[in-house]
């Protein structure tokens, strides 16, 4: 193991003047339980001030929220244990099923929200009648912690999410530019590097939706570059489904009738590409200059319009788009980069909608896997009359709540446990031998400083970040047995005996109720794209644009990671791309129902082949149905084709191909003389 460097050195001071601080205000103010408020301090612990501040808002909300629910649980259901434990533990999945749903930042409220009210309510149960009293001091003990690391975090050399956001931000510019030089030349690099790029490009774009909801309380100038960071994210979002289309047409192109990629058309891809490689550095008016040139190659929309021409005018949509969103990221790139430098930010509205995908299934998956490993706990703890054991729900509750996100939580809530195990020795040298001799806060800081100060500056790598949180929690969770009194051998091991208890219980029920794997993960996010493509077909109105390629990217974003391990992936460029390619399906649905208004004023129906697509999407992907379906593409396309009027005709008919292209990459070249077939619904 590497030794710890300067930075994650000061990473770990930080969080023990944090602590200290915290300790010695609760201890000052004669607060009942004050290693809360220091192991707060760790708990909220980041190497980003914006990212503490931000989970110490969430936090405070949160034990707050918490703690009324707690005040109005227990009193009232004080005589019967058995009801009491059942409404903390439905507190707790309700709570957890919420923040599961939310998938930012904000759903720390929620969660913090339920299993706060585990944390006070069960050792209250006997003696409820200072619950109130309990649990103000618990929001006190909890705010002294939070206020204290957001202050050390927030004043000593504080390190803002503004620059790593930034770099990330460039990183994905960079991604996208190599993927443009990727589409363009194809020879340029082999399979498995544009493979690695489309795969970094949408992971920067999901990860950067998470780490910017920081933003707005970091200490950096960036901060007051918000809304131009979301922009930017916005046209970043956009560029993964436009380079998913070029690529797919130029590909098309060049299998089908390489003929019709003129020399003009190579000039102008090579221009292309050179001007989005200068990045910041490109000529503003170039852009114009580029979409002018583009114009001038887009093939007129006739009757008889070839498959080849019909691609071709699909390609200068999709590459006009393409350069529209690469000219406004660069602009917004240099707007932040002006503020970064000190100019005046300007005003740029947030359009990043809330399209993230939302699995309520899974939501309630560990949502009744933490309400049942409560109860087991509390049934043993109540059938036993153990005076120990409401640890064992507590701890329950946490690691129920803590890794819920996971596929599978079981690994780190065993590695949470281990940790846990290998601290127990040091804490009780701890609790058992040093503090008890220990009469000042001085020694108290110098006899437990070595312990924190190199566990904390591994806290800060992460590689190792998990264990060394994992065995600091440990130490200052039984640290605060301290606070009730005196503490004997077997008041110690009974502690520890009921988190374990704890642990195990949340371990075992995670397995049998909320593990899954990530084929099947991924084989469920296809069937929740699915079931939307058809909702969208059937909806009364359309979609925005953005909100489904904001759905699309964020789905790519879930699928990604699992695509790398699945064993549905044994070439993850391969599945990556097919799963690329039914997702951005509903692009084209969005933009068909965008434009049928006109459409049908025009005398081109759309709704036999939108009932079409719901009958499809409702079906599976495979379904017997996908015959009929490409015949009813085809005569749509020749609908709009011959159809005499309407502007949104080359617009109609570039989204009908994608749509042909990715549905049936394999079909053969539509044909503008076939007879088109008639079909009843």
Same mark, same amino acid.
Do not use: Y
């Given at each position: 193991m590497k030794i710890p460097t300067s930075g994650e050195m000061l990473f770990s001071l930080k969080c023990f003047a944090a602590a200290m601080l915290a300790l010695y205000v609760a201890l000052a103010a004669g607060l009942p339980r004050p290693f809360w408020a220091m192991m707060t301090a760790y708990v909220v612990a980041s190497p980003l001030a914006g990212a503490v501040r931000s989970k110490a808002l969430f936090r405070v909300c949160g034990t707050i929220i918490g703690s009324l629910a707690t005040v109005v649980m227990v009193p009232r259901m004080a005589n019967a244990p058995e009801l009491l434990s059942l409404a903390l533990a439905c507190w707790v999945g309700l709570c957890l099923y919420i923040s599961l749903l939310d998938r930012t930042p904000r759903s720390y409220v929620f969660m913090l929200a339920g299993y706060t009210a585990g944390l006070i309510g069960f050792p209250a149960v006997s003696d409820p009648s200072a619950i109130f009293d309990t649990a103000l001091a618990r929001v006190e003990e909890i705010s002294v912690g939070i206020l204290a690391a957001t202050a050390v975090h927030s004043i000593v050399f504080p390190q803002g999410v503004g620059p790593p956001l930034l770099a990330r931000l460039d990183r994905a510019i960079g991604d996208a530019q190599r993927w443009v030089s990727e589409v363009l030349y194809p020879m340029a690099s082999s399979k498995a590097k544009a493979a690695h790029t489309r795969l970094a490009l949408a992971g920067e774009i999901s990860e950067m939706r998470v780490m910017s909801s920081h933003l707005p309380f970091d200490t950096s100038h960036l901060r007051w570059t918000a809304g131009m960071v979301s922009g930017l994210h916005d046209s970043l979002t956009v560029m993964v489904p436009l380079l998913l289309a070029v690529e797919d047409r130029l590909q098309t192109l060049r299998d089908i009738h390489p003929a019709s990629l003129t020399p003009r058309w190579h000039a102008l891809l090579?221009?292309?590409?050179?001007?989005?490689?200068?990045?910041?550095?490109?000529?503003?008016?170039?852009?114009?200059?580029?979409?002018?040139?583009?114009?001038?190659?887009?093939?007129?929309?006739?009757?008889? =319009?070839?498959?080849?021409? $019909? +691609?071709?005018?699909?390609?200068?949509?999709?590459?006009? %788009?393409?350069?529209?969103a690469c000219e406004e990221g660069l602009e917004l790139r240099g707007s932040v980069a002006n503020v970064m430098r000190g100019a005046a930010p300007g005003h740029t509205p947030h359009l990043t909608p809330g399209a993230l995908h939302r699995d309520h299934g899974m939501a309630l998956r560990s949502a009744l =896997?933490?309400?049942?490993? $409560? +109860?087991?706990?509390?049934?043993?703890?109540?059938?036993? %009359?153990?005076?120990?054991?409401?640890?064992?729900?507590?701890m329950a509750g946490v690691f129920c709540c803590f890794f819920a996100t996971q596929d599978d939580p079981v690994p780190a809530i065993r590695m949470f446990l281990n940790y846990t195990l290998l601290s127990m020795p040091l804490s009780a040298l701890y609790i058992l031998g040093v503090l008890p001799a220990v009469h000042s806060f001085e020694m108290l800081l110098l006899t437990i400083a070595p312990v924190f100060l190199v566990a904390g500056a591994y806290a800060a790598r992460p590689s190792t970040g998990g264990q060394a949180m994992a065995f600091l929690i440990g130490i200052a969770g039984t640290l605060a047995l301290q606070d009730t009194g005196p503490v004997d051998m077997p008041t110690f091991a009974n502690s520890m005996l009921a988190q374990l208890i704890g642990y195990v219980a949340a371990a075992v029920i995670s397995s049998l109720m909320r593990t899954v794997s990530g084929d099947w993960m991924v084989r469920r996010v296809l069937r929740a794209a699915r079931k939307e493509l058809a909702q969208m077909a059937g909806a009364s109105s359309p979609q925005s644009l953005l909100a489904v390629s904001a759905s699309m990217v964020d789905r790519v974003g879930l699928l990604m990671p699992r695509l790398a391990i699945t064993r549905l992936a044994p070439d993850v460029g391969a599945s990556a791309a097919e799963a690329m390619r039914e997702l951005r399906i509903g692009l084209h649905i969005a933009q068909l129902r965008t434009l049928q208004p006109q459409l049908e004023h025009a005398g081109v129906p759309l709704r036999p082949l939108l009932q079409r697509l719901v009958s499809h999407f409702r079906a599976g992907a495979m379904s017997d149905a996908a015959p009929a379906l490409l015949d009813c593409l085809d005569s749509t396309l020749r609908a709009v084709c011959a159809a005499t009027s309407g502007v949104a005709r080359p617009q109609a008919a570039a989204a009908l191909a994608s749509m042909r292209r990715d549905l049936f990459p394999g079909a053969a070249c539509y044909q503008a003389n076939a007879v088109a077939m008639e079909y009843t619904l």
């Open positions: 090579h221009a292309i590409a050179h001007w989005v490689q200068q990045g910041q550095m490109a000529d503003p008016g170039r852009a114009a200059q580029l979409r002018a040139e583009l114009a001038q190659l887009v093939p007129p929309l006739t009757r008889d =319009a070839s498959w080849s021409e $019909i +691609l071709c005018l699909n390609l200068s949509q999709r590459l006009d %788009a393409l350069i529209k =896997a933490a309400v049942v490993a $409560i +109860l087991a706990c509390c049934g043993f703890w109540i059938a036993s %009359a153990w005076p120990a054991g409401a640890a064992a729900p507590m």
